[in-house]
């Protein structure tokens, strides 16, 4: 809703703008109530009907269906405090696991009540403690090292390496969903938008990096799957090589990526998309020497590659947001 006030002024010199009579009394407010006024960053003026107590929960409540686990995680994206799951008869035990598996794989909710036909969630994290580029950070750590091991993984025909790598999916998961929903509450929040020092516009940004960041674990992932698929088959010595020079060139583009967004610095960002030649011509080098390869691993081979050559093109994406 936008309204236009006109500025006035007293005679001994103080400014002022009348608030809204329906705004005063929404908010229930009267002659002598204080409110309080903050000054955001980019010269706004933030008035405040309720800041001395605390900001009402988000509760809603879901019935049991086939879709419930995605209904939790959604609404825990949307910010909601408390999670009710109620069934018209007794929630079985089919559905009390689908509830903990999900609950277990969303920072900071707990199941905090539980009867015959309730489960209660809640989410004890404050949002005002998490930084959005603490946790894009630790993703981007979980992620490197994911690429870094699932790589190593495929050119030695470790499996359990290859293993360990898609269990670690599980955590950067679940800092995307924490990072999704921190940045949803910054933008229906101007308060903790300047608590954080983080803008609404940031916060978008923020969130493509997050989504880009779990689409190179999703990458790893998959090249984790291909390794397992392959049952131990090692490339040869040469394309052993070209697949390290691979790596290294897309791991280096990678910490530049994060860096060159969280620090908008144009220099590394540049220096991310100055490496797209170097990886093509790998590429194309990786693409003739697996023609060498025996014909039945050839296509997973070829799969397996072209998920670590998106890691790269995920990391050009993140650049690409520095403007």
Known sequence: MSDLRKVQQTPTGTFFVCVPRSWAQQNRLKKGTMVNLDVTSDGKLFVDANYGSEPPQKIVTLTVGPFLSREIIGRYLLGFDVICIEAKDHIDLEVRAIVKSTASSLVGLEIVEENYSQVVLQCLLDPSG??????????????????????????????????TVIARDVESNRLYFLLVRILRTIIQTPRLSEKLGITPIECLDYRLAASLLESMGDACVQVATKTLNLHGFK???????LLFDLQAVCLEANQQAINSFINKDMTLAENVRKAKTKIQDIYTDIEKLTKNQPVDVIPQFLVAISFIRQIYEHSLDMADLVA
């Open 235 to 241: 490339p040869s010595s040469d394309l052993s090589k």
């Open 130 to 163: 998490s930084q959005p580029e603490k946790i894009l950070r630790r993703n981007y750590a979980i992620v490197s090292g994911m690429a870094r091991d699932v790589t190593n993984s495929f050119i030695n025909g470790d499996l359990q390496l290859a293993k």
